[in-house]
């Protein structure tokens, strides 16, 4: 029914490790393999730190193992990928309780309010009861905008005035949800503020009500990055994590970019799981994130 990861795949293959497997389809391994290989992972945006440890690592193995041949170096490669994406913390989201709380973080932009679109009618089509709460209070678009998604997913939508407490309508959105029965509740939250408000305090408010209301509150903190936005993301993604606690990424917009490789980043630089792939602009364009499918989708020959 979704999109495949692999579909989603298909310009980060086209453009970087496609080359990849050009440059480690045959031969012997010489210094120039190794020298178009970091480059191409840099450009992949995989990031420098994670590209140098990388190679690091395939160095040693190819010492140690007595590698030769460029698609031996392409399998271990794959094989070191693979390994970065590991990660044993549990999906909370998919815990079973009365009620679970999800809040979802990110900067404007990003696609935070078309992912809750789409985790709200995937969760729907997967038997929950889905509610949504409007928590950018900050601009008046926002809120409408979730209202349309609340709609087209066919879930309820808890909002208020523009303008209103975020953490008021959380703790009135959580209410809603126990009295009429919801389990699984997304609350959309503000990317950007007046300049001079601290964008980070109002989302600890918010957090905050979470935790009082509802036992391990908020099960899970997904964070939306734009995959375009590369490495710049990772900055901001930094402070997120440290202020409200970010437990997961929502990674979108893979389908319009080549810089596929950040995935490997968020996993390594980040130390977050990717949980969800946006795979184009429509309701259904969302993919649980596979760590075998994705690799094995980067180096799939077209
Ligand atoms: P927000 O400001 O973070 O709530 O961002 P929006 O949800 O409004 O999304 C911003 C833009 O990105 C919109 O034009 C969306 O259609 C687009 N968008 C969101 N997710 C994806 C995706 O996975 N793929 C593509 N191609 N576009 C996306």
Known sequence: MFKSIRESLTRTRQAVFGQIVNVLGMGEITEETWEDLEALLVQADVG?????????TLRERVEREGLFRAEQLLAALKEELRAILNSDAPFELEGKRLLTVVMVVGVNGSGKTTS????AYHYKQKGRKVMLVAGDTFRAAAI???KIWGQRADVPVIASQPGADPAAITYDGIRAARARGYDLLFIDTAGRLHTKYNLMKELEKVYGVCRKSVHNA????????DA???QNALVQAAKFKESVHATGVVL???DSTAKGG???AIYRELGLPVRFIGTGEGIQDLAPFDPDQ???GLFERN
């Open 144 to 146: 409408d905008q979730l």
């Open 262 to 264: 950040m995935v490997f």
């Open 252 to 254: 979108t917009k893979l």
């Open 48 to 56: 420098v730190p994670t590209t140098m440890a990388l190679v690091d």
């Open 294 to 296: 994705f690799v094995e």
């Open 228 to 230: 375009p936005t590369g």
């Open 218 to 225: 908020p099960h899970e903190v997904l964070l939306v990055l």
């Open 116 to 119: 809750i679109g789409k985790l």
